[in-house]
């Protein structure tokens, strides 16, 4: 597994499938979220971007009109061949904000999707803590 100098987390993540687009060069990629926290998510592929790599991309929220728009940068990936069980190839993404409000937003839209999605005890239990391995 490729990682970063910074190999830590600050908030656990849930498993939840969210379709993800995003553009590599000239071409536009469509893949799967595996899991996501309010400071970051794991983009299942084959093909990931170099670590440090900072990019756009478009995930498709259930209730949301529109995609919400992310500004994402590769903290760590897997690559094919180094697959384990349990472990994919992808890229985990580090959630860039450019402001406190920005930031507010976007964690507001995942905690409010978790609770959909997994009920308000476990959102509330996805509260900033201490730092956990992102292994």
């Known amino acids: 597994m490729s990682e970063s100098n910074d190999n830590r987390r600050t908030h656990e993540r849930k498993q939840i499938e969210l379709k993800v687009e995003y553009k590599r060069l000239n071409t536009f990629f469509a893949d799967y979220t595996r ?7 794991f983009i299942r592929t084959r093909n ?5 790599t900072r990019f756009l991309f478009r995930l498709h929220v259930p209730g949301l009109a529109q995609p919400l728009e ?4 590769v903290k760590w990936t897997v690559a094919e061949g180094e697959e384990k069980p349990g472990i994919e190839p992808g890229m985990g993404i580090e959630f860039v904000y450019e402001s406190g409000d920005s930031a507010k937003t976007v964690q507001v839209i995942v905690e409010d999707l978790l609770k959909s999605s997994f009920g308000a005890h476990v959102a509330t ?6 730092k956990t391995e992102d292994k």
């Open 70 to 73: 992310l500004d994402g940068r």
């Open 125 to 130: 239990q996805l509260q900033p803590t201490g």
């Open 35 to 41: 899991n996501i926290s309010k400071g970051g998510t």
């Open 48 to 52: 990931p971007l170099p670590l440090g």
